[in-house]
């Protein structure tokens, strides 16, 4: 069982930053896709961001594209989400999540462990 840990959410104005972090209980160097998802009041969960470890490569949702940064730090066991030029529309619970699909993959059922989500809240 992985245990993993969100925190870094919280109150921010439209146009201002946030950054994100998971922390997981087993080593990440091993995992090979991590990713962030969020969930908005009344809507279903959306991908948002996911970083594979095979080529380091990453893929986003187009309405974070340009605007939110996904990276791991394999010495910290840590997964971030770098949230820039913040939107009202960005508000909702973001939740961490890993999986061993080889290739990326952007889909809820793809991923094995969840964390308890972190609150983003953008105000206009």
């Known amino acids: 069982q992985v245990q993993l840990v969100e925190s870094g959410g919280g109150l921010v104005q439209a146009g201002g930053s946030l950054r994100l972090s998971c922390t997981a209980s087993?080593?990440?160097?091993?995992?090979?896709?991590m990713a962030w998802f969020r969930q908005a009041p009344g809507k279903e969960r959306e991908f948002v961001a996911v970083?594979?470890?095979?080529?380091?490569?990453?893929r986003y949702a187009d309405s974070v594209k340009g605007r939110f940064t996904i990276s791991r730090d394999n010495m910290q066991n840590t997964l971030f989400l770098q949230m820039n030029s913040l939107k009202p529309e960005d508000t909702a619970v973001y939740y961490c999540?890993?999986?061993?699909?080889?290739?990326?993959?952007?889909?809820?059922?793809?991923?094995?462990?969840w964390g308890q989500g972190t609150q983003v809240t953008v105000s206009s």
């Open positions: 970083h594979n470890r095979f080529g380091s490569s990453t």
């Open positions: 999540a890993i999986g061993q699909k080889v290739a990326s993959s952007s889909r809820p059922t793809d991923f094995n462990y």
């Open positions: 087993a080593r990440t160097v091993n995992i090979n896709n």
